[in-house]
């Protein structure tokens, strides 16, 4: 079941619709450049920089909203087995251990997005071929990081909700 929370849930699922409108996004640019080259010869420029922009953006905008969600891809065998056992303290404990290390994993990744999108911002990155089609990368590199810290928000509540069902 779900675990909402006050102030994370809206946030997270203001990020996952917007993760869906990109994808939807997504949809309208590919189809404009398919039907562009079938029927004038011209595909549109950018479709490649955009959709590679596009998925890494829905991947960090929607990760959090599947970790509040425990929608996260994960095996659930031996806690389910564990379960059916009554050993409800261990399945505790180890989905604490692996809310904890969800929480380390993204704080590493938050942490080393950091540098990223400051130069990102500060030097002006982009994507695509001058001339042609260009993007600045720092609002993906921006992406990445609220997302990534959101994710370890999530995280971070889940791990303290295991901790206060093992203390009782």
């Known amino acids: 079941m779900p675990e909402p929370t006050p102030i994370l ?36 420029a950018g479709t490649l920089e955009m959709t590679e922009m596009g998925v890494v953006a829905v991947v960090y905008l929607t990760i959090a909203h599947a970790v509040g969600g425990k929608r996260l891809t994960r095996s659930d065998a031996l806690l389910g087995a564990l379960a059916n056992r009554g050993k409800t303290r261990i399945v505790n404990a180890l989905r604490l251990i692996f809310n ?8 590493l990744i938050a942490w080393g997005q ?14 695509g071929n001058v001339g042609i089609f260009t993007a600045p ?32």
């Open 114 to 127: 950091i540098p990223r999108v400051i130069d990102a911002w500060e030097r002006g990155y982009f994507k």
């Open 9 to 44: 849930t809206p946030i997270s699922t203001a990020m996952n619709t917007a993760g869906a409108l990109i994808v939807l996004g997504m949809v309208v640019i590919v189809n404009i450049d398919v039907f562009g080259r079938w029927l004038a010869n011209t595909p549109l």
């Open 137 to 168: 990368t720092w609002p993906l590199e921006t992406i990445m990081l609220l997302g990534a810290v959101a994710a370890g928000l999530q995280f971070l509540v889940l791990a303290w909700r295991r901790l206060q069902d093992l203390r009782g």
């Open 100 to 107: 904890c290390a969800g929480v380390v994993v993204f704080a």
